[in-house]
């Protein structure tokens, strides 16, 4: 079975850039996954902040960028705020309508 | 403005169905752009996809819970369902609703917590 793996957590200095990954255990990330990323702060609903690997959601700002580095689907994140400390989640569509969460990780702005 | 808003019972015994209804507005569950997902979150633990339906109720499901999960649609009242059968502690979670679109989540619903326990 085919596991989405992310960073359980980074931690990044205010105004600095951070990049969190997305793997498969088995094979590598493409365009073909789609990968989106989601933010989350305890007790709410997560939040889109990309789809189909780099599209920001509507009024996410472009701090927020998505990518694909090597064989990994990537979020990264400049001039980091404090408000930006949350979880991160990536999602991969596997195919025949099959989608994977990653374990999310943990953003410490510090 | 598309708001999804998930309902039902808050408590469930084991060995029992959980029954959970998200209700659309904004949108028709009629449309053919999106699909229409149930994801859940145990408490502390990350974000679970279980699976959706689509206009023509067609399904897909999470192969961990394809066994025991129905997800069905009503489209008089604009509202989709999730059912999932034989429940234990471990399926104690946030159950949200959400709106697929382009392979990915652009609408979800505020979540409800259901507790499996006698």
């Known amino acids: 079975q085919t596991v989405v793996t992310q960073e359980p957590s980074f931690s990044v200095s205010p105004g600095g850039t951070v990049t969190l990954t997305c793997a498969l255990t088995s094979g590598s990330v493409s365009t073909s996954n789609y990968p989106s990323w989601y933010q989350q702060t305890p007790g709410q609903a997560p939040r889109t902040l990309i789809y189909s690997t780099n599209i920001r959601s509507s009024g996410v700002p472009d701090r927020f960028s998505g990518s694909i580095l090597g064989n990994k689907a990537a979020l990264t994140i400049t001039g980091a705020r404090a408000d930006d400390e949350s979880d991160y989640y990536c999602v991969l569509y596997m195919g025949s309508g099959i989608s994977v969460f990653g374990g999310g990780t943990k953003l410490t702005v510090l | 403005q598309v708001q999804m808003q998930e309902s039902g019972p808050g408590l469930v015994k084991p060995s029992e169905t959980l029954s959970l209804t998200c209700a659309v507005s904004g949108d028709s569950v009629s449309s053919a752009s999106y699909y229409w997902s149930w994801i859940r979150q145990p408490p502390g633990k990350g974000l679970e996809w279980i699976g959706y339906i689509y206009y023509s109720e067609s399904t897909s499901y999470n192969p961990s819970l394809k066994s025991r999960v129905t997800i069905s649609v009503d489209t008089s009242k604009n509202q989709f369902s999730l059912r999932l059968r034989s429940v234990t502690a471990a399926d104690t979670a946030v159950y949200y609703c959400?709106?697929?679109?382009?392979?990915?989540?652009?609408?979800w619903g505020q979540g409800t917590l259901v507790t499996v326990s006698s």
């Open positions: 959400a709106r697929e679109s382009a392979y990915s989540f652009d609408h």
